[in-house]
Protein backbone atom coordinates (compact mmCIF):
# COMPACT_ATOMS: atom_id res chain seq x y z
CA UNK A 1 0.00 0.00 0.00
CA UNK A 2 1.23 3.38 -0.54
CA UNK A 3 1.94 5.59 2.22
CA UNK A 4 1.72 9.10 0.60
CA UNK A 5 1.35 12.42 2.43
CA UNK A 6 0.37 14.76 -0.11
CA UNK A 7 -1.26 17.93 1.06
CA UNK A 8 -2.44 18.16 4.84
CA UNK A 9 -3.49 14.59 4.44
CA UNK A 10 -2.35 12.08 6.86
CA UNK A 11 -1.80 8.60 4.45
CA UNK A 12 -0.46 6.18 6.30
CA UNK A 13 -0.93 2.52 6.51
CA UNK A 14 -2.81 1.39 9.36
CA UNK A 15 -1.31 0.51 12.37
CA UNK A 16 1.03 3.07 12.25
CA UNK A 17 -1.00 4.96 15.16
CA UNK A 18 -1.55 2.66 18.00
CA UNK A 19 -5.23 1.61 18.32
CA UNK A 20 -5.79 3.61 21.24
CA UNK A 21 -5.13 6.96 19.00
CA UNK A 22 -6.35 5.76 16.24
CA UNK A 23 -9.97 5.35 18.45
CA UNK A 24 -9.41 9.05 20.04
CA UNK A 25 -9.16 10.93 16.87
CA UNK A 26 -12.56 8.93 15.89
CA UNK A 27 -13.96 9.96 18.72
CA UNK A 28 -12.81 13.37 18.46
CA UNK A 29 -14.11 13.70 14.49
CA UNK A 30 -17.34 11.45 15.23
CA UNK A 31 -18.47 14.69 18.27
CA UNK A 32 -17.45 17.19 15.80
CA UNK A 33 -19.92 15.29 13.12
CA UNK A 34 -22.79 14.97 15.80
CA UNK A 35 -22.26 18.96 16.31
CA UNK A 36 -22.70 19.26 12.64
CA UNK A 37 -25.58 17.47 12.23
CA UNK A 38 -26.91 19.09 15.86
CA UNK A 39 -26.40 21.91 13.70
CA UNK A 40 -27.90 21.17 10.80
CA UNK A 41 -30.99 19.69 12.20
CA UNK A 42 -31.42 22.73 14.29
CA UNK A 43 -31.34 25.08 11.64
CA UNK A 44 -33.75 23.29 9.59
CA UNK A 45 -33.61 23.14 5.97
CA UNK A 46 -33.97 26.77 4.73
CA UNK A 47 -30.52 26.87 2.95
CA UNK A 48 -32.09 23.59 0.66
CA UNK A 49 -29.79 24.61 -2.45
CA UNK A 50 -26.66 24.72 -0.31
CA UNK A 51 -27.54 20.75 -0.14
CA UNK A 52 -26.95 20.39 -4.16
CA UNK A 53 -23.44 22.62 -3.65
CA UNK A 54 -22.62 20.20 -1.62
CA UNK A 55 -22.88 17.11 -3.19
CA UNK A 56 -20.87 19.09 -5.94
CA UNK A 57 -18.27 19.64 -4.34
CA UNK A 58 -18.08 16.66 -2.58
CA UNK A 59 -18.02 14.42 -5.96
CA UNK A 60 -15.75 17.16 -7.20
CA UNK A 61 -13.36 16.96 -4.92
CA UNK A 62 -13.03 13.25 -4.73
CA UNK A 63 -12.58 13.27 -8.23
CA UNK A 64 -9.44 15.62 -7.59
CA UNK A 65 -8.92 14.10 -4.32
CA UNK A 66 -7.72 10.21 -5.78
CA UNK A 67 -5.92 12.45 -8.81
CA UNK A 68 -1.71 12.02 -8.22
CA UNK A 69 0.19 15.27 -9.58
CA UNK A 70 3.76 14.81 -10.55
CA UNK A 71 4.75 18.03 -8.45
CA UNK A 72 7.67 17.54 -5.67
CA UNK A 73 7.28 13.58 -6.35
CA UNK A 74 3.86 13.43 -5.96
CA UNK A 75 0.50 15.24 -4.65
CA UNK A 76 -2.51 15.74 -4.92
CA UNK A 77 -5.00 18.77 -4.27
CA UNK A 78 -8.17 18.39 -1.97
CA UNK A 79 -10.22 21.27 -2.21
CA UNK A 80 -11.25 22.16 1.12
CA UNK A 81 -10.78 25.25 1.48
CA UNK A 82 -13.42 25.75 -1.77
CA UNK A 83 -15.70 23.54 0.43
CA UNK A 84 -15.60 25.73 3.85
CA UNK A 85 -15.56 28.86 1.26
CA UNK A 86 -19.25 27.10 -0.68
CA UNK A 87 -20.87 25.42 1.61
CA UNK A 88 -19.44 26.32 5.48
CA UNK A 89 -18.09 24.11 8.33
CA UNK A 90 -21.95 22.28 9.24
CA UNK A 91 -22.32 20.84 5.71
CA UNK A 92 -18.63 20.92 5.00
CA UNK A 93 -18.22 18.66 7.87
CA UNK A 94 -20.28 16.26 6.45
CA UNK A 95 -18.73 16.50 2.89
CA UNK A 96 -15.41 15.93 4.30
CA UNK A 97 -16.56 12.41 5.70
CA UNK A 98 -17.97 11.12 3.29
CA UNK A 99 -15.12 12.12 0.66
CA UNK A 100 -12.76 10.71 3.54
CA UNK A 101 -14.40 7.58 3.79
CA UNK A 102 -14.82 7.37 -0.04
CA UNK A 103 -11.58 7.48 -0.77
CA UNK A 104 -10.50 4.99 1.77
CA UNK A 105 -12.90 2.64 0.16
CA UNK A 106 -10.85 2.63 -2.84
CA UNK A 107 -7.76 2.35 -1.18
CA UNK A 108 -6.54 5.66 -0.64
CA UNK A 109 -5.33 6.23 2.50
CA UNK A 110 -6.23 3.91 5.55
CA UNK A 111 -9.72 3.04 7.18
CA UNK A 112 -8.61 3.76 10.84
CA UNK A 113 -6.62 7.28 9.89
CA UNK A 114 -10.15 8.06 8.53
CA UNK A 115 -11.21 9.99 12.04
CA UNK A 116 -7.72 11.61 11.78
CA UNK A 117 -8.07 12.64 8.36
CA UNK A 118 -11.05 14.13 8.81
CA UNK A 119 -9.81 16.48 11.54
CA UNK A 120 -7.16 17.60 9.56
CA UNK A 121 -9.73 18.50 6.21
CA UNK A 122 -12.11 19.83 8.71
CA UNK A 123 -9.83 22.15 10.08
CA UNK A 124 -8.88 23.59 6.53
CA UNK A 125 -12.66 23.83 5.88
CA UNK A 126 -12.98 26.19 9.03
CA UNK A 127 -10.15 28.07 8.35
CA UNK A 128 -10.52 28.90 5.22
CA UNK A 129 -14.06 29.71 5.83
CA UNK A 130 -13.88 32.29 8.55
CA UNK A 131 -10.96 33.65 6.52
CA UNK A 132 -12.97 34.28 3.42
CA UNK A 133 -16.18 35.51 5.72
CA UNK A 134 -13.82 37.86 7.94
CA UNK A 135 -11.71 39.65 5.23
CA UNK A 136 -14.64 41.01 3.20
CA UNK A 137 -14.40 44.57 4.26
CA UNK A 138 -10.24 44.27 4.14
CA UNK A 139 -10.32 42.26 0.61
CA UNK A 140 -13.31 42.41 -1.52
CA UNK A 141 -11.44 41.16 -4.39
CA UNK A 142 -13.31 37.55 -4.10
CA UNK A 143 -9.94 35.67 -6.15
CA UNK A 144 -7.24 37.38 -3.47
CA UNK A 145 -9.68 36.52 -0.67
CA UNK A 146 -10.51 33.04 -1.83
CA UNK A 147 -6.75 32.47 -2.22
CA UNK A 148 -5.58 33.68 0.69
CA UNK A 149 -8.58 31.46 2.67
CA UNK A 150 -7.08 28.54 0.95
CA UNK A 151 -3.05 29.26 1.76
CA UNK A 152 -4.12 29.94 5.27
CA UNK A 153 -6.57 26.90 5.47
CA UNK A 154 -4.10 24.41 4.21
CA UNK A 155 -1.16 25.85 6.27
CA UNK A 156 -3.47 24.94 9.52
CA UNK A 157 -4.13 21.88 8.33
CA UNK A 158 -0.67 20.77 7.81
CA UNK A 159 -0.27 21.93 11.42
CA UNK A 160 -3.03 20.14 12.76
CA UNK A 161 -1.37 17.04 10.58
CA UNK A 162 2.12 17.89 12.83
CA UNK A 163 0.07 17.92 15.94
CA UNK A 164 -1.54 14.67 15.39
CA UNK A 165 1.03 12.75 14.27
CA UNK A 166 3.91 13.55 16.87
CA UNK A 167 1.27 13.19 19.56
CA UNK A 168 0.30 9.75 18.46
CA UNK A 169 3.23 8.79 17.33
CA UNK A 170 4.30 6.49 15.10
CA UNK A 171 4.29 2.57 15.92
CA UNK A 172 7.93 1.00 15.35
CA UNK A 173 10.10 3.37 14.39
CA UNK A 174 12.91 5.03 15.76
CA UNK A 175 12.94 7.88 15.04
CA UNK A 176 13.09 11.16 18.07
CA UNK A 177 10.34 13.45 18.16
CA UNK A 178 12.86 16.32 17.10
CA UNK A 179 13.70 14.19 13.89
CA UNK A 180 9.68 13.69 12.99
CA UNK A 181 9.31 17.23 13.85
CA UNK A 182 12.12 18.74 11.21
CA UNK A 183 11.41 15.96 8.96
CA UNK A 184 7.41 17.14 8.71
CA UNK A 185 8.19 20.73 8.88
CA UNK A 186 10.33 20.02 5.62
CA UNK A 187 7.13 18.39 4.09
CA UNK A 188 4.90 20.94 5.50
CA UNK A 189 7.05 23.53 3.17
CA UNK A 190 6.54 21.59 -0.08
CA UNK A 191 3.19 21.13 0.77
CA UNK A 192 2.94 24.25 0.82
CA UNK A 193 4.36 25.06 -2.68
CA UNK A 194 1.95 22.86 -4.10
CA UNK A 195 -0.80 25.01 -2.20
CA UNK A 196 -0.53 28.26 -4.50
CA UNK A 197 -2.30 25.93 -7.39
CA UNK A 198 -4.93 24.96 -4.77
CA UNK A 199 -5.14 28.88 -4.09
CA UNK A 200 -5.26 29.93 -7.47
CA UNK A 201 -7.63 27.04 -8.63
CA UNK A 202 -9.97 27.94 -5.97
CA UNK A 203 -9.71 31.79 -6.31
CA UNK A 204 -10.25 31.24 -10.12
CA UNK A 205 -13.49 29.11 -9.12
CA UNK A 206 -14.64 31.56 -6.40
CA UNK A 207 -14.44 34.20 -8.78
CA UNK A 208 -16.41 32.68 -11.28
CA UNK A 209 -18.91 32.15 -9.28
CA UNK A 210 -19.05 35.32 -7.63
CA UNK A 211 -19.68 37.04 -11.38
CA UNK A 212 -22.54 34.99 -12.02
CA UNK A 213 -24.23 34.09 -8.19
CA UNK A 214 -22.55 36.38 -6.12
CA UNK A 215 -25.73 35.20 -3.66
CA UNK A 216 -24.08 31.37 -3.59
CA UNK A 217 -21.23 32.89 -1.44
CA UNK A 218 -22.99 35.30 0.85
CA UNK A 219 -22.02 38.24 -1.53
CA UNK A 220 -24.09 41.27 -2.97
CA UNK A 221 -23.92 42.39 -6.35
CA UNK A 222 -21.84 45.20 -6.87
CA UNK B 1 -10.25 54.35 -3.03
CA UNK B 2 -6.82 54.43 -3.22
CA UNK B 3 -4.26 52.12 -5.81
CA UNK B 4 -3.00 50.58 -2.35
CA UNK B 5 -6.08 49.68 -1.16
CA UNK B 6 -8.08 48.61 -4.49
CA UNK B 7 -5.27 45.80 -5.02
CA UNK B 8 -4.05 44.87 -1.11
CA UNK B 9 -5.38 41.51 -1.53
CA UNK B 10 -3.80 40.64 -4.89
CA UNK B 11 -0.55 41.86 -3.31
CA UNK B 12 -0.89 40.15 -0.13
CA UNK B 13 -1.92 37.01 -2.09
CA UNK B 14 1.47 37.37 -4.40
CA UNK B 15 3.51 38.34 -1.14
CA UNK B 16 2.18 35.00 0.51
CA UNK B 17 2.36 32.50 -3.16
CA UNK B 18 6.54 34.10 -3.29
CA UNK B 19 7.21 33.35 0.35
CA UNK B 20 5.47 29.92 0.10
CA UNK B 21 7.23 28.98 -3.36
CA UNK B 22 10.47 30.40 -1.81
CA UNK B 23 9.71 28.09 1.11
CA UNK B 24 8.89 25.21 -0.58
CA UNK B 25 11.89 25.49 -3.17
CA UNK B 26 14.35 25.42 -0.48
CA UNK B 27 12.65 22.36 1.64
CA UNK B 28 13.09 20.22 -1.91
CA UNK B 29 16.75 21.50 -2.14
CA UNK B 30 17.26 20.55 1.65
CA UNK B 31 15.12 17.00 1.29
CA UNK B 32 16.72 16.10 -1.79
CA UNK B 33 15.27 14.94 -5.15
CA UNK B 34 13.15 12.24 -3.77
CA UNK B 35 9.49 11.98 -3.68
CA UNK B 36 6.57 12.98 -1.36
CA UNK B 37 6.79 9.52 -0.21
CA UNK B 38 10.22 8.81 0.17
CA UNK B 39 10.44 12.42 1.68
CA UNK B 40 7.70 11.69 4.60
CA UNK B 41 9.59 7.98 5.00
CA UNK B 42 13.09 9.86 6.00
CA UNK B 43 10.87 12.33 8.28
CA UNK B 44 9.04 9.51 10.39
CA UNK B 45 11.14 6.76 10.43
CA UNK B 46 9.43 4.48 8.29
CA UNK B 47 11.02 1.61 6.38
CA UNK B 48 9.45 2.05 2.60
CA UNK B 49 7.45 -0.97 0.66
CA UNK B 50 9.91 -2.00 -1.76
CA UNK B 51 6.86 -3.51 -4.06
CA UNK B 52 4.47 -0.82 -4.05
CA UNK B 53 2.79 -0.59 -7.54
CA UNK B 54 3.04 2.92 -9.36
CA UNK B 55 -0.13 2.40 -11.50
CA UNK B 56 -0.65 3.36 -14.98
CA UNK B 57 -1.08 7.07 -15.29
CA UNK B 58 -1.01 9.76 -18.15
CA UNK B 59 2.49 12.11 -18.10
CA UNK B 60 3.17 11.60 -14.48
CA UNK B 61 -0.79 12.03 -13.46
CA UNK B 62 -1.84 8.92 -12.02
CA UNK B 63 -5.33 7.47 -10.19
CA UNK B 64 -4.56 6.81 -6.38
CA UNK B 65 -6.20 3.35 -5.10
CA UNK B 66 -8.60 1.16 -7.39
CA UNK B 67 -9.62 2.90 -10.59
CA UNK B 68 -12.69 0.89 -11.24
CA UNK B 69 -13.89 1.69 -7.53
CA UNK B 70 -12.94 5.55 -8.30
CA UNK B 71 -15.24 5.60 -11.47
CA UNK B 72 -18.02 3.78 -9.59
CA UNK B 73 -17.99 5.70 -7.22
CA UNK B 74 -17.46 8.97 -8.73
CA UNK B 75 -20.84 7.77 -11.00
CA UNK B 76 -22.24 7.30 -7.98
CA UNK B 77 -22.03 11.13 -6.42
CA UNK B 78 -22.57 12.42 -10.08
CA UNK B 79 -25.93 10.63 -9.75
CA UNK B 80 -26.52 12.20 -6.24
CA UNK B 81 -25.81 15.47 -7.53
CA UNK B 82 -28.46 15.20 -10.43
CA UNK B 83 -31.13 13.88 -8.01
CA UNK B 84 -30.17 16.98 -5.28
CA UNK B 85 -29.78 19.46 -8.05
CA UNK B 86 -33.61 18.47 -9.23
CA UNK B 87 -34.74 18.37 -5.89
CA UNK B 88 -33.56 21.50 -4.36
CA UNK B 89 -32.27 23.08 -7.97
CA UNK B 90 -29.32 26.22 -6.82
Not at chain 1, 54 to 77: E, M, S, T, W
Not at chain 1, 116 to 128: G, K, M, Q, R, S
Not at chain 2, 10 to 28: D, N, P
Not at chain 2, 72 to 79: D, E, N, P, T
Amino acid sequence: MRSYQPMAHIHLEDGSFSLSWVIVWWIVALLLIGVALWSLRSRGTKNQKRITIAAFVAAAAFAVFQINIPLFGGVHLNLTPLIGILVGPVLGTLVILVINILSAAIGHGGWGLVGANVLINLIEVIVAYLIFRGTRSIIPDLFSRAGIATFVGLFCGNLVMLGIILVSGIQGVTQTTGQVLTGLSLIIAVNMGVAVIEALLTGLIVRYIGKIRPDLLGETKA
Amino acid sequence: MTAWQEHRGIILFCIIAIIVIAGALVAFKITGPMGIEERFHAATGIIGDEEEETGAGIAGFFLEGNTLSYILILIGLVVVCFFAYRQYRI
